[in-house]
């Protein structure tokens, strides 16, 4: 399952975006074309009102308690179970159809062993519950388009086509709720390797997968998901992976989930519907989404459809940690199991599931129910969640307990009140309490009753009110001091960067990963040029790029005599606003080798102008070169690669653009530099430069890493001052639509073609 933000790296052989240009007439705003589609047929919807607070605080109330649910991946899929013809297909389970480009009709004929023999639902919501795990949701229809439940519109379905001749679905549903738990459905709203005209994020592999997508939604899609809603009642509707999806067609999906008021969505629709929950995968957000509710799904070990050979299985610890940090961000936490094509649960992910159980038969209080943690600054030895009590006055605070401290003293900020008291949820053993400067110090046994995690109940009469600042900021001196705790740890489909050690000795890292960054910010009350010092451990020579506002520099890390040896290791001079500005560590791609970081300090350096910090100035010859890491990327999609080029840019909606100061007015030739393979080409763009617009058509430039440069037209910019440059997308026949490396403006000689 690729899902909104699953993207594969370039590396592994699957599609990064890419596009060749060639040069069209400039095209006005009044002639921008409008997509219409005339086989759309209106569906009849009520009218949409606006939903109260109260109502959608009501309609949420079950998913915001729950915190912990299971995400079940079963399909045809399973039975290749990650094998064609002999060999091992690279990447996920699900995806096999896609990555080894097998035709309609042998993929179809592995249905025949997929039996479901000994598959035995109540089990698994059994499981399921045994978890602590207050919702299930299973994929009633994944990409490669064959239903898991009885279908009127489709012969693809587990009914008619494979060898478990039954529908799957309805003894799950029953057998879930028979558990007490709520049950969602997954639906692959858009891609669909089979019924012809399907969507797909590559472009397609065989001629039986032909055929117009407007019809595939009305006649296929819609009418599916028409039977989920009023055969099952799901409590969840979970999209996924939208392709081509304008607002016309999501609107065929909108109307039909109006009539279930209750319904939770989430944000993968398509054509910016947001639905009820952001959905981040195989990672943690750093901060959550304080204004939205957030759902983590993540799988035990690589795969969410089962792959016989997929054996890296994350451990118990790691899971209740993943469960702890979500849970103390107010979000969810949906752990995937991949079954067999015969319905058996793989051992692995019952054995970690049955030992999560047993930790929440513990301490599920500290999970179920609660609310984000109140702090603004993270702590150094856990995490916590809230829970209000019923009189309202008063709170409990869940400090889940990662590092025990080894001096037997745990200080929690801001809670010093009389009358508070602590309860170990192991043991039932109350903890002495102690009150210092606000604060209050346990007093703890001297070795933790859960080497995972142990959690206190923290009994507070009055709700605690965090005055922290959430920022750091300049000291007496003007330096700024930054710990690990005050990075934001962004991950990517490799998960997130782990804390190693703890107390004063923990780091970040090992910094294995080249998608990881970190970003750090802090509270400034002046615009400023900083010093920025990092203390590393680095086995071995490396680089990292330092990246403030639009402007990224080089850092060279030399090896420091090994992976446990630190030193204080200057990264570069950044330039930041005034207010809450930040930064970002990331890899560079073309050297990278792993490295540990602990603490960062930013020192005062020589200021500089804002218009230099703010806009990309010609050059002395009048040139202005305008490279990818420096542009402003407009949308969810698109993202700066580690090769130094935007990439992934699957949305047409996302766009990039700079701002340049202009000093030498004239007549300027525009071109792009690019990269494209064949089976991608043909998406068409338009590049603007002020009010003067430019647009291409995308062609083949030979394979991913063969740039060329393309002159796209000519413009002329008559004044001096900040211009804007934009390029945006206006349609895309395939998966994606570029692999940007850099625009450039550069000054038409006279008699010099």
């Not at 899929?77 to 091992?88: R, S």
């Not at 607002?247 to 969505?265: D, G, S």
């Not at 709170?395 to 010093?416: M, N, Q, S």
């Not at 590049?687 to 617009?693: A, P």
Request: hydrophobic residues 40%.
């Amino acid at each position: 399952m690729i899902h909104r933000l699953n993207r594969p790296r370039a590396s592994s052989g699957i599609l990064t975006a890419a596009l060749l240009l060639t040069p069209l007439a400039a095209l006005t705003a009044a002639e921008s074309p409008k997509t219409t589609h005339p086989n759309v047929a209106a569906e009849t919807a009520p009218a949409i009102q606006p939903e109260s607070p109260e109502h959608k605080a009501q309609r949420m109330a079950w998913f915001r308690d729950a915190r912990f649910g299971m995400f079940i991946h079963w399909g045809v899929y399973a039975q290749p179970a990650g094998v064609y013809n002999g060999k091992d297909v690279p990447s996920i389970g699900e995806w096999i159809m896609a990555n080894a480009k097998i035709p309609v009709a042998d993929y179809k004929a592995f249905a025949k062993d997929f039996t479901a023999s000994k598959y035995d639902p109540e089990a698994w919501a059994s499981l399921a519950k045994r978890a602590g795990m207050r919702y299930v949701i299973i994929t009633s229809k994944h990409h490669d388009g064959c239903t898991l439940f009885d279908s009127a519109v489709s012969d693809w379905t587990m009914v008619k086509a494979s060898g478990a001749k039954r529908d799957l679905i309805v003894p799950l549903e029953k057998a879930v709720r028979s558990q007490g738990l709520h049950f969602g459905l997954y639906y692959s709203q858009c891609q669909d390797w089979i019924n012809p005209g399907g969507g797909s994020w590559k472009k397609k592999w065989d001629p039986a997968q032909a055929g117009d997508y407007d019809q595939y939604l009305t006649k296929v899609a819609v009418p599916q998901v028409k039977e989920l809603l009023s055969k099952f009642h799901p409590d969840v509707l979970w999209w996924d992976t939208p392709a081509d999806m304008t607002p016309a067609r999501a609107f065929y999906f909108t109307a039909v989930i109006a009539n279930y008021p209750n319904l939770i969505t989430n944000d993968r629709l398509g054509s910016n519907v947001k639905g009820d929950l952001e959905t981040p995968e195989q990672n943690i957000p750093p901060r959550g989404f304080p204004d939205r509710d957030f759902e983590v799904c993540m799988t035990m070990n690589e795969t969410w459809g089962y792959k016989s050979k997929d054996n890296d299985w994350k451990p118990v610890r790691q899971l209740l940690q993943h469960l702890s940090d979500i849970s103390s961000k107010g979000g969810n936490f949906l752990l995937n199991v991949g079954p067999t094509a015969e319905g058996q649960i793989p051992q692995a992910s019952i054995e970690r599931l049955e030992a999560v159980g047993k930790w929440m038969d513990v301490n599920g209080e500290a999970i179920h129910g609660t609310q984000a943690s109140p702090f603004a600054k993270r702590l150094s030895w856990g995490r916590v969640t809230r829970k209000a009590d019923a009189t309202g006055t008063g709170e409990t605070l869940y400090l889940h307990v990662w590092d025990w401290p080894k001096d037997g003293k745990l200080e929690v900020p801001h809670a010093g009140q009389e009358g508070a008291t602590a309860t170990l949820l192991a043991t039932k053993a109350k903890l002495p309490i102690a009150i210092s400067n606000g604060n209050l110090v346990l007093s703890l046994p001297a070795s933790a009753p859960d080497t995972d995690i142990s959690v206190i109940a923290l009994h507070l009469p009055t709700t605690l009110v965090d005055n922290d600042a959430p920022l750091e900021s300049p000291d007496a001196n003007g330096v700024v001091h930054l710990s690990i705790r005050d990075a934001d740890s962004h991950g990517s489909y490799a998960g997130n960067m782990p804390v190693t050690g703890s107390g004063a000795e923990a780091f970040l890292g090992p910094w294995t990963d080249r998608d990881w960054k970190l970003e750090y910010r802090l509270e400034a009350p002046e615009a400023q040029s900083w010093l920025v010092q990092a203390e590393i451990a680095a086995a071995a020579p490396t680089t990292l790029k330092l990246q403030a506002g639009k402007k990224t520099i080089s850092a060279a890390i030399p090896a420091t005599g090994g992976a446990s040896v630190w030193k204080t290791i200057d990264l570069g001079i950044i330039q930041m606003g005034a207010g809450e500005p930040s930064f970002l560590l990331q890899a560079d791609g073309n050297n990278w080798n792993a490295v540990g970081l602990r603490n960062i300090t930013l020192s005062p350096a020589a200021p500089k102008s804002a218009e230099a910090m703010n806009s990309i100035p010609q050059q002395a010859d009048g040139s202005l070169p305008l490279p990818a890491k420096d542009a402003t990327i407009q949308g969810a999609t698109a993202q700066l690669e580690e090769s130094g080029n935007i990439g992934y840019w699957t949305d047409v909606q996302d766009a990039v653009a700079w701002s340049c100061l202009i000093s030498k007015p004239g007549e300027y030739r525009v071109s792009i530099e690019y990269a494209c393979p064949e089976d991608i080409s043909g998406s068409t763009f338009e590049i603007s430069i002020g009010n003067q617009r430019l647009t291409g058509k995308v062609g083949s430039t030979g394979g991913f890493g063969t740039y060329q440069w393309v002159e796209v037209g000519t413009v002329k910019l008559a004044d001096s001052g900040k211009t804007g440059v934009r390029l945006k997308p206006l349609s895309k026949p395939a998966m994606a639509v570029m692999n940007l490396r850099s625009v450039l403006l550069k000054p038409v000689v006279p008699g010099n073609p």
